[in-house]
């Protein structure tokens, strides 16, 4: 092969090298900006659209506040009889069917822009009492219809049993009084279970459906119900029919190109799906996140309930996903906006595509023109130049040289040649020479740096374990040597009960002294991983509560412990000696760090294949230069007072936990409390039922 087609195969293969390089490096430069820019865009668009939706919400619950603040004070004001009387007959009649409704020449579309409505099933009482509230309703809801009529047009009253009564205002349904029927099944009706609950509700919480319609309301809507509480005692409901067709259709009408929306409840129930929207209607807004069958949707679900965020972020690796979450104010829904990953990769290598051809093209271009320079300049010289050597060779006499150089160019570049094999050689003698004194000194260096630090940590170390000896071996040892001294002076001419008393400060102080003697212990036990773990079927509700018990026990009840577990803990595989030691440490800290009668809540849920231990004291805090310190041996921190300690506690809790596989979070603020939160797992099999909040 001649030297200039080398030249130019060497030139081809290098440049498809670059342009293979450039193609890969854009490819992962498109893809990156497309994904920070997308989840931006996600995140922009999430939370205007939620703070829209969020809006409408707060005025919904504001106007309801005024509807049911309006009530109230009417009906401290007496309606004389007559009054009522000639008022219910002119508006109201009982039909053939046995119900009470408007009466039909009031039940008009024009009618509904002016006045509510009423319905009443057969067995509710018409008593004076309940016709003069429902009465008041309706001119409340009459007075209030001029201003509302195009911004809120539903609100209502349901009042409760015996029989139902509803009156108010749906200027979009003006015939659904006439539409109801005489009696009405509430058998597993979910807005009559939240407008009538069966016990008095807490008078400011508003209560929300799911999706929902049926044969009187056809258009999906959600329900909101805010209790009217008068002296204690449950009087009714106030209703708004929230239309759901709008929001339904902007949450799943994507404005930014490959993302997609969709909105689900704290529950997990959804509100809207794009392509699920028949199945939650058709399941009466029963649907949940985690159960149809969907895992994105169930894994995005699982994601949005362990975030106490309002507003979040990321990517999902189970559903291949980037997302953005908004927490929606008032009915707390999750708006939620996703973007998979193969449509960012599917544009990067659109645009890695543009620059792949682009760059054949051109390394097509640049191979032509170079093919041409260097028949001219290289091939035509070394054909002369080989046609005078054959000739001088050949003894054909005198041969001219061509004044090209050709001569000079091959001894040039056979000393260049020579040249740079000879510093090639020098430099990579000295790149390994100086690889190696950089690994030496660098090696040498960070063994400096890691006995400085171990030298500082033992230090450190040293002076705790110092102190910690110095305060809390020598209180117990003092009152020790004291009472031995007084009973071996005077221990015939002391009364029975001072005896008693000297032995009894003898037995405490050495079981303190026991107790901290073997906190250091197991921490070297741990430490050294000499301490077993043996994990067995294990009751964890029994164990807790009989840690409370034996707590309760052993500090005099000083602070009352409140137990709760979510939903079922059987099934759980642990040791329980090493999950002792990580629960008493805990709750033991609460207890001492909290001002004796206020109570310690501890809590045990399961969440999938873990148990989540929540310990909460509202005690003296932990201030926060003192939290960087927490899991360091022999710390306390500056404002535990005369409590004793070794320091020791929250070390050897969290060696436990590491040991179980798990994780030990303290959240802490000054004068508040603290809360500690042990995750574990601890279960093997999936759990039994849903799990509920006693």
Known sequence: MSVARKLLLHVALGAAFVVAVVTAVTYWLVFDALKKSGLRNLEIYVTERAQREEARFQQVQSNMLLVRGQYLKRLEKPMPAEYLEERWNHWYEKFPDGAWRTRKEFVTPQQARVASSLWADREWPATPELRRQALIAQELCDEMLPGW????????????????????????????????????????????????????????????????????????????????????????????????????????????????????????????????????????????????????????????????????????????????????????WFYVTTMSRDYLQAQASASARWVLWSGLASLALVLGFLAVMVRVQIARPLASLTSATKAMSAGAGPVPVPLQGG?????????????????????????????????????????????????????????????????????????????????ARYFDRLPPAKRERHLEMIFRSTKNLAGLIEEVLLLGRVEEGRLRFAPVPLDLDKLCRTLCDELLSATNAACPIRFAAAGSLEGAVSDEAVLRHVLCNLLTNAVKYSEPGTPVDFRAERRGGDVVFTIRDRGIGIAPEDQAQLFSSFMRGRNVGPRPGTGLGLVVAQRCVQLHGGTLVLESALGEGTVATVTLPVFTDPPTSTPTTP
């Not at 009156?167 to 597993?188: E, I």
């Not at 790149?431 to 660098?442: D, F, M, P």
């Not at 940590?457 to 102190?467: A, D, H, I, W």
Request: glycine share 8%; hydrophobic share 40%; net charge negative.
């Open 149 to 332: 009529v195009d911004t809120f047009p539903s609100y209502y009253f349901q009042f409760p049993a015996p029989g139902l009564l509803n009156v108010g205002v749906d200027t979009f349904l003006w015939d659904w009084s006439l539409k109801m029927p005489a009696s009405f099944d509430t058998t597993g009706v979910e807005w009559i279970a939240l407008a009538l609950p069966k016990s008095n509700p807490p008078p400011d919480v508003f209560s929300w459906t799911g999706v929902q319609k049926d044969d009187v309301i056809p258009e999906p809507l959600v329900d909101v119900y805010l209790p009217v509480v008068k002296d204690g005692v449950f009087l009714c409901s106030v209703g708004h029919n929230m239309p759901m067709g709008r929001l339904l259709d902007g949450a799943t009408r994507s404005e930014i190109p490959g993302a997609s929306h969709f909105i689900f409840r704290t529950d997990g129930r959804l509100i809207a799906h794009p392509t699920k929207r028949a199945e939650i209607l058709a399941s009466n807004g029963m649907m949940k996140a985690q159960d149809c069958g969907d895992p994105a949707l169930a894994s995005l679900y699982k994601i949005a309930v362990a975030r106490s965020d309002r507003r979040f972020s990321g990517f999902d690796p189970a559903s291949d996903t980037y997302y953005s979450f908004a927490k929606m104010a008032g009915p707390e």
């Open 407 to 487: 001569d000079e160019l091959g001894e040039l570049a056979a000393s260049f040649r020579e040249m740079v094999d000879r510093v090639a050689a020098r430099e990579g003698e000295l790149r390994q020479l100086n690889l190696g004194l950089e690994q030496r000194v660098t090696a040498r260096t960070e063994d400096l740096r890691q006995a400085l630090e171990r030298e500082k940590e033992l230090g450190v170390l040293k002076s705790n374990f110092v102190s910690m000896v110095s305060h809390e071996f020598r209180t117990p040892l003092g009152v020790i040597m004291s009472a031995a001294e007084v009973l």
